[in-house]
């Protein structure tokens, strides 16, 4: 970890459990991606990957980002009633990394699959407001993907990257999929075939 740092590189890990969170929190990590509890085996007890408001508090304290990939439990969890066991966990440490502040990015940590998949995903459980689920989506993602640009904000001075879409998304969250123009760094992004 000292040596990315030092390199001004930052770490992400990958966890599992909630004391993965804990220790990853505790080592340094700049970014964990999955939410502990993506995959629950039967055999083991829920409180195991339930985030604690202490780890919580830590986590917004040192500006750690978390990428959601609840996706990845629907994708793989063939049995009704596990998944939703790992969905209510998943929407429970969802909702209180949200409430300490933690940075929460939109991704789903599979090759074939957009953020949309999993933004849809996330709008679909009713884990956040179709306004709070945007922000995380267009402000939060983008800074965490990108650190060292103004990217993720309307402002003078920031990169002129946006969506217009059809209509809006705080209403009906499924305009997200109806895109009318693409800007990219202040042009015009023309898409053959549309």
């Known amino acids: ?3 990315a740092h030092k390199a001004n590189l930052r770490v992400s890990t990958h966890i599992e459990t909630a004391t993965d969170f804990h220790n990853a929190l505790s080592a340094g990590v700049d970014e964990i991606n999955h939410l502990p509890g993506y995959n629950i085996p039967a055999s083991k007890q ?5 985030i604690s408001e202490q780890d919580a508090q830590l986590a917004a304290r040192r500006g750690l980002i978390v990428v959601t990939t609840t996706l990845l439990s629907k994708l793989r969890e063939k049995n009704e009633a596990r998944l939703m066991l790992i969905q209510e966990n998943q929407i429970r440490n969802l909702r209180l990394l949200h409430k300490h502040g933690v940075k929460i990015a939109i991704g789903t940590d599979s090759y074939d699959l957009t953020s949309l998949a999993e933004a849809t995903h996330l709008n679909g459980m009713g884990v956040f407001d179709n306004l ?4 995380l989506w267009c402000e939060t993602t983008p ?3 990108f ?3 103004r990217v993720g904000q309307l402002e003078q001075g920031s990169e002129a990257s946006f969506l217009v879409l059809n209509g809006n ?10 895109i009318k123009m693409r800007v990219k760094q202040g042009r015009i992004i023309r898409l053959e075939n549309r």
């Open 143 to 145: 800074k965490a993907i």
């Open 169 to 178: 998304p705080v209403e009906n969250f499924e305009y997200v999929k109806g």
């Open 132 to 135: 709070t689920l945007l922000k």
């Open 46 to 50: 829920v409180s195991d990957y339930e």
């Open 1 to 3: 970890m000292g040596k």
């Open 147 to 149: 650190p060292n640009r």
